[in-house]
């Protein structure tokens, strides 16, 4: 777990650049596990690259990755992410998307944007997303490492699509991870390189945000029952100050466990 300290310099990191960078944050097992079980998925599921500049043309992405296994239910409540999530939202926060990006050689740099550039806010906002990068290889300047623009999220205004910034690769080892805010401006670099450069994306959103990935219907329910009562928060099966996503006052997670109605809203 992070100490207190570590946990603190982190948030302040993000406060004022946007991001952190937790090195080593992941145990070497769960990241030779989680690089085998992608290499499965991708065969299992054909999963190919996109045929949009933004995906990538030469990056294979698998979304979803909460419907298929155990293993994946161990990266939204990691302790030594998930606690600098909770400082920048809240405990309330959700899962909005968990999905594996495999950057291929030859590929171009991503389009820089900032994740929460579609919620109609004015900018900059308090945070209401919180997006995190698992480096399941290493993440250097030639084989594609996210490129950032410190202290973007603080601007007014989202980058225009195609006008060149300066940045820097967010170079980290294998199991570190690159913790960012979603106003950040940021994007995929190009893989000069014979290798793929794999990560995870896990992002988080605000409990009052609609999640990028639909959890409810994209998780299978007999596989969301089997989660971790912290996991199901995350992913949407409770409620955000004891209101917001309930089902007749009730939680979801009564419907989810088949349990009689338990009440928890308060009057509105």
Not at 43 to 57: K, L, S, V
Not at 139 to 158: C, E, I, K, Y
């Amino acid at each position: 777990m992070l100490s207190s300290t570590d946990l603190e310099a982190h948030v302040a990191r993000v406060m004022r650049d946007g991001y952190t960078v937790v090195e080593d944050a992941i145990e070497p097992e769960l990241i030779d596990a989680l690089a085998q079980d992608l290499l499965r998925l991708e065969h299992a599921t054909g999963a190919a690259p996109a045929r949009n500049i933004f995906e990538g043309t030469r990056t294979v992405r698998i979304y979803n990755l909460l419907a298929h296994g155990k293993l994946y239910e161990r990266i939204p409540v990691h302790e030594h992410v998930l606690p600098i999530v909770e400082r920048m939202l809240d405990k309330g926060c959700l899962v909005s998307s968990l999905s594996s990006i495999a950057i291929g050689p030859s590929e171009v740099p991503q389009p820089l944007h900032a994740d929460d550039q579609a919620i109609p806010l004015p900018r900059p906002h308090v945070p209401i997303i919180m997006n995190s990068m698992w480096a399941i290889t290493d993440f250097t300047d030639d084989n594609g490492a996210t490129r950032l623009v410190p202290g973007s999220h603080l601007r007014d205004h989202p980058p225009a699509l195609g006008t060149p910034y300066e940045t820097i690769p967010a170079a980290m080892r294998r199991g570190s991870v690159l913790v960012y805010n979603g106003s950040l401006w940021h994007g995929g670099g190009a893989n000069r390189t014979s290798a793929r450069r794999v990560g995870i994306a896990m992002n988080y959103c605000a409990g009052f945000i609609r999640q990028q990935e639909n959890q409810q219907l994209g998780i299978p329910l007999d596989v969301a029952r089997g989660f971790a009562p912290r996991l199901r928060k995350l992913a949407g099966f409770g409620l955000y100050k004891r209101l917001i996503g309930h089902i007749d006052k009730c939680s979801p997670e009564d419907l989810l466990d088949g349990t009689g109605p338990r009440s928890v809203v308060g009057e509105f």
